[in-house]
């Protein structure tokens, strides 16, 4: 049986732990990156080869670390045919998305007579893109990461992903690269990748910009890097909640948990519904389906559902709305009757699938919506990734001579006010030289 908690019957530490999910124990992986940063801001290439062969793979050197141009075309014929049919879907879908979003290039308003203001969206020029590797193989992130930063129009778009212990990259992943026009790949994982992206080496330019999800480890290099580079979006360890009602099939509600659950065992996934009788038929058909996974995956799920996740048991739809836009999950399924009614109350959501086809698997890998989501409740104030990760905007003002009559006095009074006699000057020399 998976568990099933009452709301209302919860203490405020029980609320509390649940709110904080997997919260990642970084105390220990802070010490470890800052060691390995350390290593590699003063040794380079060497520092980071070093690495390499203690954490992944123990052949690394200099030379072998950037996967070359038969790397690539080995993938090309590694892949199965199905799975590069799958691949060219998703990557479509996930290009269309992506297109969808750019904004155009310059906007100009007439703010008042004369006087225009606007932005000039830009790419950013280098980026570093983390494809994780440890509890599974992620084509699917390589997809999501590097498509956006292709849409985008970024000139230089580095990826780091973790070799296995022959040194080989997960070749399906090198098949989505370079299908994104990816050429730069490092077989990099964990501290290493973000020290050597952040800090650069002989061989590895720096980037102004690294992002993709990663365990504690890049997440610990990740904010002691922080300043030195831009660390995109918090993406932790995954979480979820499916929202259920008294409509909900709780065998979709029960395959729906699962997904989330099998991610690792510092997955948190819930299902949240005022239904007892759907809370508990979810409950014994999550059993169910859990012997349908294989060990490993099964014992991520008891694990992450026994301490992070499981069956909450609200009072009303209401608290239940309440409790999602508390804990603000990285994916939100709405199985209710009508998921658009509701909508409109979702306020913190990393991701909001609407209704029974809508599985949050397929947003993952075939929708085209970004997978790369905020977790551990930043989707309060994060977002997907998506064309704009891979942007910037610059202001943008142009200021006619009509314009200039209507705004001189107030630049001059304000200058004068805050004591800025230069910028006064700029203004009173302009009425007699132009
Ligand atoms: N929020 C999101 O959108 C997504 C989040 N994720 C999350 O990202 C995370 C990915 O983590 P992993 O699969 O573990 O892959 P990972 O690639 O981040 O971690 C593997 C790397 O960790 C390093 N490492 C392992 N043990 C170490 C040790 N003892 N000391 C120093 N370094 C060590 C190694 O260098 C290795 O290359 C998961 O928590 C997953 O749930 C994954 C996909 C999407
Ligand atoms: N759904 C995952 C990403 C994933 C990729 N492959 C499988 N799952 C997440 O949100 O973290
Ligand atoms: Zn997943």
């Not at 990748?193 to 890049?218: E, H, M, Q, W």
């Not at 002691?224 to 909900?248: C, K, M, Q, R, W």
């Not at 209710?336 to 698997?361: Q, R």
Request: glycine fraction near 6%.
């Amino acid at each position: 049986m998976v568990r099933i908690l009452k709301l209302s019957q919860l203490s405020d530490a029980e609320r509390a732990k649940l709110q904080k999910r997997a919260e990642l124990d970084i105390d220990n992986a802070l010490k470890v990156a800052q060691t390995v940063i350390e290593t590699i801001r003063e040794r380079g290439d060497a520092g980071v080869v070093d690495y390499v062969r203690r954490f992944d793979y123990e052949g690394a050197t200099v030379e072998n670390i950037k996967v070359n141009e038969a790397e690539f075309e080995r993938a090309f014929q590694l892949i199965e045919p199905e799975v590069k049919t799958a691949i060219e879907q998703a990557f479509r879908n996930i290009q269309e998305v992506h297109r969808r979003q750019m904004p155009e290039e310059i906007q100009l308003a007439e703010i008042e007579a004369g006087v225009f203001a606007g932005e000039k969206i830009s790419p950013i020029p280098n980026v570093g893109l983390y494809v994780p590797r440890g509890r599974g193989a992620f084509p699917s992130m390589m997809l999501m990461l590097a498509i956006p930063a292709m849409v985008a129009g970024v000139e230089r778009v580095v990826v780091c992903t973790p070799p296995d212990k022959q040194g080989n990259v997960e070749p399906v992943s090198l098949v989505a690269a370079r299908m994104a026009g990816v050429r730069e790949i490092y077989k990099l994982g964990g501290v290493q990748a973000i020290a050597a992206l952040a800090l650069g080496t002989k061989n590895i330019k720096r980037v102004d910009k690294i992002t993709g999800p990663c365990s504690v480890y890049g997440a610990a290099a990740k904010r002691l890097l922080f300043g030195t580079v831009d660390v995109g979006l918090p993406a932790g360890p995954s979480e979820s909640i499916v929202l259920a009602d008294e409509s909900t099939d709780a065998r979709l509600a029960a395959l729906d948990l699962l997904i989330e659950a099998e991610h690792g065992a510092d997955s948190a996934a819930l299902l949240v519904t005022h239904c007892e009788q759907v809370a508990i038929a979810a409950s014994e058909y999550a059993q169910e389906y859990l012997q349908k996974l294989p060990d490993w995956r099964r014992e991520f799920c008891e694990a992450g559902l026994a301490a992070y996740g499981g069956i909450i048991l609200t009072d009303s739809l209401q608290q239940s709305l309440d409790f999602v836009n508390e804990y603000a999950p990285e994916h939100l399924e709405l199985l209710v009757s009508n998921p658009f009614a509701i909508l409109g109350k979702i306020k913190n959501a990393g991701e909001i699938l609407l209704g029974n086809h809508t599985p949050s698997s397929m947003a993952t890998y075939a929708i085209g919506v970004n997978a790369v989501l905020p977790t551990g409740s930043f989707a309060r104030s994060y977002s997907a990734v998506s064309v704009y990760d891979f942007l910037k905007r610059s202001t943008l003002a142009y200021v006619t001579p009509e314009g200039f009559e209507k705004l001189k006095e107030t630049t001059k009074t304000l200058a004068e006010y805050e004591g800025f006699p230069a910028h006064k000057l700029a203004i009173q020399h302009r009425e007699i030289l132009l």
